[in-house]
């Protein structure tokens, strides 16, 4: 089941004390013509092995870590192999997550800007109790943040496109779905989707 998203160095740290191993999954050819996947297993070493020969045939569909002596490839999926507690699903407020679940649009006049290009705006200003949360914050463009100014969207006769609300999950991962080296994700993601328990 899918737990957590961990960076590259959390990852790696798990590997090399083998509390975890990489999950690959790597395209076979079926009879009809078809391609296919399985799930391999690699522990530290072998992944580092795999990872010289993934740096040759197949650069393009990785990211690698650089050391002194050799490349490796960032892993996609890691499985614990030990834990005795499943970590808080809380997803952090912070600038990327925002973005990420604004889809970086400006929420008043619902243009896709690039992220230097924006900033948060409380939609109910700090000057007026507005608390820094996830329903009282939104992206919004340099133009219309200034429009706004210390107001309410109401003072100020605009409009969000949507309430903002805090995401279920951690919406930067809806964002690398779509990137094909991600493509291994759906698989467990959608699993997490239909087994996890409801409250």
């Not at 076979?28 to 522990?43: F, K, V």
């Not at 808080?88 to 619902?110: E, F, P």
């Amino acid at each position: 089941m899918a737990i957590r998203v961990v960076s590259a160095k959390r990852a790696f740290s798990l590997l090399q004390r083998q509390l975890a191993e990489v999950v690959s999954v790597e395209e076979t050819e079926t009879e009809g013509g078809g391609g296919g996947g399985s799930y391999l297993s690699y522990d530290m070493v072998s992944w580092i092995e795999l990872s010289q020969l993934k740096a040759v045939y197949e650069r393009e569909n990785h990211d690698f870590v650089r050391t002194v002596r050799f490349e490796i490839a960032v892993p996609r999926i890691i499985r614990l192999l030990v834990y005795d507690r499943l970590p808080r699903q809380d997803v952090k407020l912070n600038r990327r997550n925002i973005y990420a679940r604004d889809h970086s649009l400006c929420q008043y006049c619902g243009k896709k800007f690039p992220t230097q290009e924006l900033s948060l705006d409380h939609v109910i200003p700090r000057s007026l109790g507005g608390k820094t949360t996830w329903d009282n914050l939104v992206c919004a463009c340099v133009y219309c943040n200034a429009k706004k100014g210390g107001r309410t969207p109401n003072q100020a006769h605009m409009h969000l496109l949507k309430p903002p609300l805090k995401p279920k999950r951690n919406p930067v991962i809806n964002l690398r779905l779509g990137s094909d080296k991600y493509s291994s994700w759906k698989h467990f993601l959608d699993h997490a989707y239909w087994s996890v328990e409801l409250k």
